[in-house]
């Protein structure tokens, strides 16, 4: 499913025709080098559709891009992370 999503600095978010929120993972700059994704919401009329797996696909496409390393914070993405071992080279250390 390709959403129509909005990228800003740290922050990708879905919102729906009457500009109600309805999706949204957040992900605020660590040092230099990295990204740590602290909120992954989605609405409970959009859940089950595998939306907050793209959100954090998208923040790993960008980290990819900018050669950050990723802090899962937030719950979510914390289990993305554990379901993706191949992802690991992309975990901050700290």
């Known amino acids: 499913m390709n959403h129509p999503y909005i990228v800003e600095n740290s922050r990708i978010y879905l919102k729906g025709e009457d500009g109600k929120l309805l999706a949204e993972i957040i992900f605020p700059r660590l040092g230099e080098a990295a990204i740590e994704i602290t909120h992954t919401f989605v609405d409970p009329s959009l859940r089950g559709q595998g939306i907050a797996g793209e959100l954090v696909e ?29 992802l690991s080279a992309l975990l901050y250390k700290d």
């Open 58 to 86: 998208e923040v790993i496409a960008k980290a990819k891009k900018e050669k950050l390393k990723i802090k899962p914070v937030c719950s979510y993405a914390g289990a993305y992370f554990e379901k993706h071992p191949e």
